[in-house]
């Protein structure tokens, strides 16, 4: 059983920083992709950023240069840290776990984040 806990959301003005952190209790972390999704209000869910078992990270453009993911194998442990946050970033924050061997997703549930103007 795949449990991903997100922990870091909140209220923060725009042009403040939130780290995030999701805690994996999974065997194997290391083989796990792992990434950051999140969804507004009326919105579909999407990619912020990834970071794969060989620690290539991806970004969507829209938090290029300002959100950085990272990983701690040991810990079991995927971190988002985000700077400069805009209104628009406001939205609830999931964990997601990818195992490459068998192809499945597993998700948090989620952790908020707004961003106030």
């Known amino acids: 059983q795949v449990q991903l806990v997100e922990s870091g959301g909140g209220l923060v003005q725009a042009g403040g920083s939130l780290g995030l952190s999701c805690v994996a209790s999974?065997?194997?972390?290391?083989?796990?992709?792992m990434g950051w999704y999140r969804q507004a209000p009326g919105e579909q869910r999407e990619l912020v950023a990834s970071?794969?078992?060989?620690?290539?990270?991806k970004y969507a453009d829209s938090v290029k240069g300002r959100f950085t993911i990272s990983r701690d194998n040991a810990k079991k442990t995927v971190y988002l840290q985000m700077n400069s946050l805009k209104p628009e970033d406001t939205a609830v924050y999931y964990c997601?776990?990818?195992?490459?061997?068998?192809?499945?997703?597993?998700w948090g549930k989620g952790t908020l984040v707004t961003v106030s103007s």
């Open positions: 999974v065997s194997f972390f290391s083989s796990y992709d």
């Open positions: 997601n776990a990818h195992r490459l061997i068998t192809g499945m997703d597993y």
């Open positions: 970071v794969t078992s060989g620690l290539a990270t």
